[in-house]
């Protein structure tokens, strides 16, 4: 696996040395260790025969701000962000786009000048990942949301209400997150497209029997905590929760198999890991890096042959 930089290492970027071509795109993280980002760009890089490298920098929260300031003057082009710090970094931006301002969070920075731009691909990914995991478009489904809390949750709830989705359940280890994503998205839901006895929009608290009652109204399951990043962690749902006519979507893709995946198979339903997101986020990012379209074929097999 490639090496890990550190703030340290930006601070005294000219004495760092490393093997190939300089380094100007990057993951920050904490961890980041599991990450399959610089894989998978490097491989779209070598795909365009754009002579960089992307690299991996582990970072603490009390180190992102210096780091981001310190890319301007290191030519970095761009960086891409992960857990934990898309919510945080989004406050130390220049300029925000669009929807990234709407979502609060940001998981792509394009350096224009000394200028810090900030997007979130992590939306438009999650969507790009469900049409192409069970060929549907997240407008026709009623979507339950675990993890709403975070800022793959924020990105994935306002991608949903950018889609017109049919219904939208949201859920958190901390309830009142859940609750005020509802108050800033209720506009979003205000018709009542959905058929039946049950609200559009919900912010509902995490326990088996409040879950099991959504469930007769839900599609789409979508597990956007960070629980399963680790084999020790305790399961995101108990199997008995699930049903056969559920799709279920896993943000984490590593490991590529968690206890949820293996709850939706057991529970007869269809499923998928995150590699799907990480692919179409990584393509969208490209694009704001660089202004082309992305190698898909040659990231996706970056990402496939691991
Ligand atoms: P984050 O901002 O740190 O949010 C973490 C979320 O997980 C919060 O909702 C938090 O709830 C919840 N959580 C943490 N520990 C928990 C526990 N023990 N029990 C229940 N809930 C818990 O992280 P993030 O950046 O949104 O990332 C979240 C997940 O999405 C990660 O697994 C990440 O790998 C995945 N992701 C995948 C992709 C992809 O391309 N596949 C892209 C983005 C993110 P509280 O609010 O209560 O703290």
């Not at 220049?94 to 997007?119: H, Q, W, Y």
């Not at 559920?246 to 984490?252: A, D, P, Q, S, W």
């Amino acid at each position: 696996m490639q090496q890990s930089y550190t703030l340290a290492d930006l601070q005294n970027w000219r004495a760092v040395t490393h093997e190939g071509a300089p380094i100007r795109l990057g993951i920050f993280g904490d961890p980041v260790e599991h990450s399959l980002s610089p894989q998978m760009q490097n491989a779209a890089l070598q795909a365009c025969a754009l002579d960089i490298q992307y690299a991996r920098f582990h970072l603490r929260s009390d180190e992102l701000e210096e780091a981001l300031r310190l890319l301007p003057s290191r030519e970095f082009i761009g960086i891409n962000l992960t857990v934990p710090h898309k919510t945080n970094a989004a406050a130390m931006m220049d300029e925000l786009d669009p929807f990234a301002s709407r979502v609060g969070a940001i998981n792509t920075v394009r350096i224009e000048g000394d200028k810090l731009i900030g997007f979130n691909t992590d939306g438009p990914g999650f969507s790009r990942a469900i049409r192409q995991e069970f060929s549907v478009d997240l407008r026709d489904l009623r979507v339950l949301l675990l993890g709403a809390g975070g800022g793959a949750g924020h990105a994935i709830a306002y991608q949903c209400a950018a889609e017109n989705c049919e219904r939208l359940v949201l859920v958190n280890r901390t309830p009142e997150k859940a609750e005020q994503l509802a108050a800033e998205l209720k506009q979003s839901f205000a018709d009542t497209r959905v058929a039946g006895p049950v609200a559009r929009l919900q912010a509902v608290p995490w326990n088996d029997q409040a879950l099991r009652q959504q469930i007769a109204n839900t599609d789409l399951v979508v597990n956007a905590t960070t629980l399963g990043m680790k084999r020790s962690d305790s399961p995101v749902l108990a199997t008995t929760v699930l049903e056969p006519h559920l799709m279920v979507y896993e943000t984490v893709y590593s490991p590529p198999r968690t206890s949820l995946l293996a709850s939706a198979t057991e529970a007869g339903a269809l499923s998928a890991n995150g590699l799907s997101m990480l692919l179409h986020q990584g393509a969208l990012a490209f694009e704001r890096w660089f202004d082309r379209e992305a190698p898909l074929d040659a990231m996706r097999a970056a990402v496939s042959s691991r």
